[in-house]
Every structure is written in C-alpha cells, then in structure tokens.
C-alpha cells in the first residue's frame, strides 16, 4: 500500500510531534506509536488525557497474556516498574508499581526481538510469496505492505484462534505475541457500510473504500496464486479476504518507526506497543545502539499507581480512528482536511502552478481547532488559484500597505473573491454532513445507547463540523474586518470611502414604479434605497451595513429565467414551442426584444427604468471615430460584424418559422438586447442543468477598484439571486460594485463604463519574434522561461516578464547561445549591447503606440473639461486618455532603464 493510502486521511504536518531526533514517520503513514487500544475499541480516552484521575483496575486472568509476558522477560524485555492489568474504561495497559523519576527509562525491548521487513522476507511465507508479488502487477511499496500482510496472517495461523479448528503450522519463535493480538478491531475498515455512513461529511468514508479496494486488488491478484503454488502453506479457510482486512488493521494499529541498521523503517515491537495513549504526558522511544536496545522513556516523572501512557503525538480523530479504533472528545489536535482544485484546463494553469511551487505551496491544508483554524497557505493557495490574467501577469508589483508580509496580496478583487469562496466552500462543506451539531451533541448526552461504532462517529464528525463552523463563525468574518480596516489605510479606500461627508442624494420620482415593484416582488435591506446622485441612479446607504449583509434577495419567480419567460408571461404562449430550434439565450434576446418595443410583461417596471446603456457596440459611425487608434475600435469593429451575421442568422430562422416583425426584430433591438443580456446574465444550476439568469436590477451600482459585492444564484425559490455586501457601508454612502480586476477596455464594452484613473486599468501590447533563422530558438527561450509575446502595460512599474521578452527579441546569436546553455537569465541584463538594443527597441514601439492616437493627451483632457459633448463622447476620450496615460508613465519608467544602463558594464 502506498503511503497517501494508508493515510487517505491526512495528518496537519505543522502538528506532528516529533519525539526524537532519530523519529520520524516512514512514509508518512507509521504513527508516532501505536497502542493496545484495539483490544478495547470503545475508549472515549477520557482517563488517557487526565493521568490524575482515579484509576480502577483488575488483574489480568488471561492465561495467554501473561505466557506472553514471561516470553517477553525470558527474551530480554525490560519492565520492571510497570504491571499490566485491566484498566475499568481503557483495558489493558501499563500501571506504575513504583516511582519513576524525570528522564527514566520505562521498558526496553531487545532489537532481536523486534518484528522488521528483513524478519518478513526471511521467513517462510516471505521467501514462498516474494517472488510472486514481483511477479503481479504491484508497485514495489505496496509489495513491502503486502508481504508483512501475508507474514501476519501466515503467523496468525500458527495460534489458537476462534478463526480455525486448530493451528494449521507449528510454533514460530513469535507466537506468543500473535497469540494475544486481538482478534477483532473496530476501524472503521472493519465498519459495515450503514456504519461507514455514520461518517458522511469526513473524509473517513471515501478514505476506508479506496484503502479496501486496494486490499482487495491485492487480494485478487496475489491470493489465488500462493493458493496454487504453495496449498499447504497457504490455507483457504486462513487467508481470506476479510481476514486480510484484520491483518491491515493490527499492523497500522502497533507498528512503529525503528532504526534498524542505520535504516527507519516500520516494524512491529512485542510489548513496546502495550501502553495507551496520553496527549498529556511527555514520551519517547529510540533505538540505543550501544545497548542494542529499543527503549521506551519519559521525560517527566510519574509517581506510583499511576497509570503508564504513550504519547502517539497530535493526532486528529480521523487518524485516531482509522489507525487505533478510538476517539478523543474536544480533542486539541483535532483537524479537517482540505483539498483544494485548479483546473489543467485554467489558461493559465501552468503559470498558476509555477507560482504555488515557488511560494511552497501546496493544494492540500488542514482547518484545525483555536482562533486561527485557517493557515495563511491556505489563503494565499486560493489567492493564486483564483488570479486572473492581469494579476498574475503583474502579482508582487503592488504590495498594499500594513498588509501582513506573509500574505500573498493580489488585488481587492482577487481578495474578496478568495474570503467569499472560502466561504462557500467551508458552507458546503458543512451542508455535507447529515446531521447538525446540536444532534450530534444531544446524542453524546446519553453515550450508553449508542453502539461503539456510533459513539465513534458521532465524536468525530461533531470534532469536524465544529471546526469548520469556527472557521466559519469566527475567523473569516473576523479576517474579513481585519483586511477591510487594512484598506482604510490606503488612500485610493479613502478616497472610494468618503470623510463621511452627507452626499448630497435626491430622490428619484421616476423610479418610484420600479421601486415599488422590486419591494414587492423582492428582499431589500431596510437601509437601502434607490437615490440620484450626480445625476444618474443609484443605490443609497441610509443607515450603516455591515459587511455580509443581504442586499437584494430575489426569489426564484422573480427572476428573467427562459423557464419564467414562457409560463409567466405572455410571451410564452407564442414561443414555448420553439425552444429546441431557437435555444435558451435566442428565445431570451426575444424576450428582452419585445419588452424593449412595448413591455407587456410582470417586469414591465423593470424594462420602463432601464437607464442607456452606453457600450461602444451600439455607438454610431459618428461616436465610433472618437475611439480611432484604439485597440477597443479594432476590436468593436470585429465584434459588430459577428454580431451583425448572428442577428441575420436569427431573424431568418425567425422568417421561416413565420414569427419575424419588423417594428420588433431588427438590429438596433438586437444589439441592445445582446449588450443588455451580457452585462446582467448570470450562470446557475437548476435540477442538474446550467441555465441563464438574470437579475431584474435596473440599474447597476457604480464601478469602483476597491468596491466588492458578492452575487450568488442557489436556485431555491424563497431566495434565487442573493447580493451581498463584502464591505460595510456607512450611513450617507453610495453603494458601488467592484470592477473585479477589470481593465476601461472589458468596462467599456460590457457596462458602457469608463472610470478615471482605474488603477486596474492595462493596456496590452503583442510582441513579434520575427520570421529569421533564430526565431525558433527565440520561441524555444521563451517557452522554457514561461513568458508569451503578449504583455500589458499598467500605471506602476514595468513588468519584468515585458523587458525579458523584448531582450530575446533582440538578442544576437551569441547571446542566444548564452540563453540556451543557461548561463544567464532573460530576467537580468544579458549584455550591455542587448540591453541598450531592449531599451531602444521598447521606446520605439511605446512611442509608435502613441503616435497611433488622433489626439494627444492634452488635446483629451482639454475636451473634458469643456465638457459640452455628449455621453459616449465623454467616454470615449476618457477611455483614450487612460490609455495614453500607462504609455507615458511606461516611458517614464523605461528613463529609470536608461539610468541603470549607465550602471552597467
């Protein structure tokens, strides 16, 4: 078995003891120690982590047991101040008969008396089925596991067992310690499937079937064949596949870590595993080589009729349970795995991963119990998984203020979306389990009606909701406070903030109908109402909102849905039969169409208040002109002609099918439809189908960098469309909607919104290698280092990733050769000669962008603040301006590249 398998559930590595200096785990699935707990599984541990409780005990009458111990002390084992007996609530184990000082050796066993893979493969079931499992199709780990499995059950067969009629082989050296191994261990391996469910929302359920479908892979490939080879040393009735599953559980359940020559590995120790476990008490065990002795030791003194514990290390119930059958309740070292996804479709997957491994990150953490359950890594994986291309292309080149250094800050976008799916993804997390904690709580009250496989579970899933409801409850929101109060000490949050000034809002008398309408038919915070302010309308904040606050809800009937459309509406009676042949976001356009034309339906209100929209698709020639030089013209330009061929193509589907109206269907209708449509739709799931939805909100909140509002479909009918604030707002504040990262080029075109001074605006620039004897060894250097030939250009510094590229670009043969041996890096200057050539190169095309603009920037800036032209046309030039500002600050930078050249040797 592999070492992930045998852990399917994994340990919180920042939570393991490490007990020596000679210890640590062998492939990371050899517990610290391992414990005669499974001789009784149903040990809650309560005595275990209070060793000053009252102990009640018996003498053990088992005759096999104390055989067992004088074999141990015959054969050299030490434990002198130690007598085994039964203890009331943990069964066997260790009680002190006289004190034991600090620093004391409690029990040591002779090194030839321990159990490792070198006995295994020496005996005579090792020698009969090596050969064999090199022979099947097993990775070489998993026929180590495989081989001390078969040792096992072969040296199991050799004791009196309820299994068999008699002992199938004579005595081994080793009986005596097999003859006491339990016989029957409560893992959840072990677990019926009703049993297993018990645990539904851990990560025990999926964990025990892919341990058991492994054992059973070996157990089909490996038995039959020592079957038919070896019938007399291999039994049917001894090796079966659920005396397998025991030979699994007693090895993880008792093996230790040892060194045996110079070599850690996993072994089983006859009596060094006989001690319960204690978080409390401070142990360890190491291999002496001067004695040639294991020995067990403890650090701290126990006084006389205590009882002796091991100390397995923090370990989390879910391992407790899968390795040793028990539990401990409000167990500190309780912990819940989380594993974390990126898609290898994601563009950007391969850059994204490049940044985890260079921040050591991994997509695997663990919530554990305390005031701060989430680990920063944990955050700062999400933070880069969730990077879209501008913030990747310029992460680390904006550190915001008094942010903590150990936090990988992207952007305000990049952060609320990793706090709000974080979130999500801890409440789904919890909606996974089938029962809640107050259940699970009640049902301990009364632990005695529950069998022990219940008590089990019902500890460990309640360890592991009220884990993530203290993520949930205490620390995210707490973190969310935390990174919004760090904002206020940025002066752009300042300025998105206000000094608390009143606004000077009016009440807008148009827009009563609307509002009337969205009270009725939705949810609306009390503090929130609809105002004009600067002329246009907006949300207005008339008493503080916290952070987290439902804004609008909207229940599922009042949503723009094609299922809404055509039975709530007369619309549907005259399309509903078309939905096949036109699809869901045709027959939409149609709908919003003949609501533009004359609004007839229950969102009549809704179409009436629809503020312009101001999308340079829909410019005319006249407008267009004043975006000339653009990239965004080029790009209209296209987008226009693909959109003109859709609409031709609708409106003669709609011909042949009879249903096309002239004063309805044509293209003004069509492409305000169509930008209505892509500015305002929604994805969501509905009985296992992705639909279109979209929110019947008139008028969007205006755009802000630092602004954050979370919007999320569920598909319930009671509350279809949440929106949520990710920010609090103060009384007399305007509600704004963040611009998630966006650039004025995605603004302009989806929102018809331009913003001044948008410091997530960019401007894209797209390198050419050329077409020379060299360009593919270009490519090839680039390729190796990651970089592509499109780049961006912010406000801010110039991205490395820019000035590498344009260097390859320019590079002579022999700094080519250079790069390709390795022996310099495209991220520093290569030559003094390629990079006057990179600097020369990049002010050329800088300087030939701006030339490209029909006006400078002076020219803009002039005719905004005459401010006599019209909507699109004050848009228009303030999207140019933004453009032409990042090219000047790019220049204005590229003068501290000329500094350093004359630096440069």
């Given at each position: 078995m592999t070492g992930t398998l045998e852990n399917e559930v994994n340990e919180n590595p920042s939570k393991k003891l490490k007990v020596s200096n000679e210890i640590n785990e062998i492939n990371g699935n050899i517990a610290e120690n391992s414990s005669s707990n499974s001789n009784n599984i149903n040990n809650n541990n309560n005595e275990a982590s209070n060793p000053s409780s009252p102990l009640q005990w018996t003498e053990i009458e088992d005759e096999d047991f104390n055989f067992f111990l004088e074999w141990a002390t015959r054969n050299?084992?030490?434990?002198?101040?130690?007598?085994?007996?039964?203890?009331?609530?943990?069964?066997?184990?260790?009680?002190?008969?006289?004190?034991?000082?600090?620093?004391?050796e409690m029990s040591s066993v002779p090194m030839n008396m321990i159990i490792s893979i070198k006995t295994v493969r020496a005996s005579q079931a090792g020698i009969a089925a090596l050969p064999l499992l090199e022979e099947a199709n097993i990775s070489a780990e998993d026929q180590q596991w495989a081989l001390w499995y078969v040792y096992l059950l072969h040296e199991k067969g050799r004791t009196h067992s309820s299994w068999l009629p008699e002992p199938v082989s004579s005595p081994s050296f080793w009986t005596p310690y097999f003859q006491i191994l339990p016989e029957n261990i409560l893992t959840p391996i072990s677990f019926t499937e009703q049993e297993l469910n018990l645990l539904k929302g851990t990560n025990l359920p999926d964990a025990t079937r892919k341990i058991k479908a492994k054992l059973k892979n070996i157990y089909d490939i490996l038995f039959p064949s020592l079957f038919e080879r070896f019938p007399n040393l291999f039994h049917r009735s001894l090796f079966?596949?659920?005396?397998?599953?025991?030979a699994y559980q007693v090895f993880w359940s008792r093996a230790?870590?040892?060194?045996?020559?110079?070599?850690?590995?996993?072994?089983?120790?006859?009596?060094?595993?006989?001690?319960?476990?204690?978080?409390?008490?401070?142990?360890?065990?190491?291999?002496?080589?001067?004695?040639?002795r294991f020995l067990l030791k403890t650090f701290s003194g126990i006084t006389k009729g205590q009882?002796?514990?091991?100390?397995?290390?923090?370990?989390?119930?879910?391992?407790?349970?899968?390795?040793?059958?028990?539990?401990?309740?409000?167990?500190?070292?309780?912990?819940?795995?989380?594993k974390l996804g990126m898609s290898n479709q994601d563009p950007h997957f391969e850059a994204k991963s490049r940044l985890m491994s260079a921040h050591n990150l991994t997509f695997e953490h663990y919530l554990t119990r305390g005031p701060t359950p989430i680990d920063v890594s944990l955050l700062n994986a999400l933070r880069i998984t969730l990077m879209n291309e501008t913030e990747l292309y310029f992460f680390g080149e904006e550190p915001i203020a008094s942010f903590p250094p150990s936090h990988l800050f992207v952007s305000p976008r990049n952060e609320w979306l990793m706090i709000s799916t974080l979130h999500r993804l801890l409440t789904n997390k919890l909606a996974g389990f089938e029962t809640s904690i107050?259940?699970?709580?009640?049902?301990?009250?009364?632990?005695?009606?529950?069998?022990?496989?219940?008590?089990?579970?019902v500890v460990c899933r309640l360890g592991q909701k009220e884990i993530i409801q203290n993520a949930l409850q205490n620390y995210i929101p707490k973190f969310s406070s935390e990174y919004e109060s760090t904002l206020f000490s940025s002066p752009q949050f300042k300025e998105f903030r206000g000094n608390s000034k009143p606004f000077p809002f009016k009440h807008c008398s148009n827009t009563i109908a609307y509002e009337k309408w969205l009270r009725n038919n939705a949810t609306i915070h009390p503090s929130l109402s609809i105002a004009e302010f600067e002329g246009e309308k907006t949300f207005f904040i008339t008493e503080t909102i916290k952070e987290?606050?439902?804004?609008?809800?909207?229940?599922?009937?009042?949503?723009?849905?094609?299922?809404?459309?055509?039975?709530?509406?007369?619309?549907?009676?005259?399309?509903?039969?078309?939905?096949?042949?036109?699809?869901?976001?045709?027959?939409?356009?149609?709908?919003?169409?003949?609501?533009?034309?004359?609004?007839?339906?229950?969102?009549?209100?809704?179409?009436?208040?629809?503020?312009?929209?101001?999308?340079?698709?829909?410019f005319p020639d006249s407008d267009m002109c004043e975006l000339d030089g653009t990239l965004l013209y080029e790009e209209v330009t296209q987008l226009r002609s693909e959109l003109v061929q859709e609409s031709q193509s609708l409106f003669g589907e709609l011909e042949e099918l009879g249903l096309f109206e002239s004063p309805v269907h044509n293209w003004n209708n069509y492409i305000w439809a169509k930008v209505l449509f892509e500015s305002k739709v929604m994805s969501g799931e509905k009985d296992g189908q992705q639909i279109c939805v979209i929110p019947p909100l008139a008028f969007n909140p205006k755009f802000h960098n630092w602004a954050s509002l979370g919007r999320k479909y569920s598909g319930k009918e009671d509350a279809g469309v949440s929106i949520k604030n990710q920010i609090s707002y103060p009384a007399n504040s305007e509600l704004m909607e963040g611009t998630n990262g966006q650039a004025n080029h995605q603004l302009f075109l989806d929102?018809?919104?331009?913003?001044?001074?948008?410091?997530?605006?960019?401007?894209?620039?797209?390198?050419?290698?050329?077409?020379?004897?060299?360009?593919?060894?270009?490519?090839?250097?680039?390729?190796?280092?990651?970089?592509?030939?499109?780049?961006?250009?912010?406000?801010?510094?110039?991205?490395?990733?820019?000035?590498?590229?344009?260097?390859?670009c320019v590079a002579s043969k022999s700094e080519l050769e250079t790069l390709e041996q390795q022996k310099a890096s495209i991220f520093h200057p290569i030559t003094k000669r390629n990079e006057v050539q990179m600097t020369e190169t990049l002010n050329n095309l800088l300087n030939g962008m701006l030339m490209g603009y029909s006006t400078t920037i002076e020219q803009d800036i002039s005719v905004l603040r005459k401010g006599?032209?019209?909507?699109?046309?004050?848009?228009?030039?303030?999207?140019?301006?933004?453009q032409k500002q990042i090219i000047l600050h790019s220049l204005k930078q590229m003068e501290g590249v000329k500094q350093r050249l004359k630096n440069l040797s």
């Open positions: 050299g084992c030490k434990f002198s101040q130690l007598k085994f007996v039964n203890f009331q609530k943990e069964g066997r184990g260790g009680l002190i008969t006289q004190d034991i000082p600090e620093d004391s079966t596949y659920k005396h397998l599953l025991w230790l870590s040892v060194i045996i020559d110079g070599v850690q590995q996993a072994a089983m120790v006859p009596l060094g595993d006989m001690l319960n476990h204690s978080s409390m008490v401070s142990v360890s065990y190491f291999t002496d080589i001067q004695s040639d009882q002796a514990y091991n100390n397995f290390g923090p370990r989390s119930n879910e391992k407790l349970l899968l390795n040793y059958g028990f539990v401990l309740q409000n167990n500190f070292a309780d912990c819940f795995f989380v107050e259940s699970d709580r009640e049902a301990l009250l009364n632990p005695s009606s529950l069998s022990t496989a219940h008590f089990l579970s987290g606050s439902d804004l609008i809800v909207f229940p599922q009937s009042s949503l723009i849905t094609l299922e809404n459309i055509l039975t709530d509406s007369p619309f549907g009676s005259k399309w509903k039969n078309h939905e096949e042949s036109l699809g869901e976001e045709n027959l939409i356009l149609l709908f919003l169409m003949e609501e533009r034309n004359k609004p007839k339906s229950k969102w009549g209100s809704f179409f009436k208040c629809l503020p312009p929209i101001h999308s340079p698709l829909m929102h018809g919104v331009v913003l001044d001074s948008n410091r997530d605006d960019t401007l894209s620039i797209e390198l050419n290698l050329g077409n020379d004897k060299m360009t593919l060894r270009r490519e090839h250097v680039l390729k190796r280092f990651g970089i592509k030939m499109e780049h961006f250009l912010k406000i801010g510094k110039i991205s490395p990733n820019l000035l590498a590229a344009v260097r390859v006599n032209i019209s909507k699109n046309q004050q848009l228009s030039v303030l999207y140019r301006k933004g």
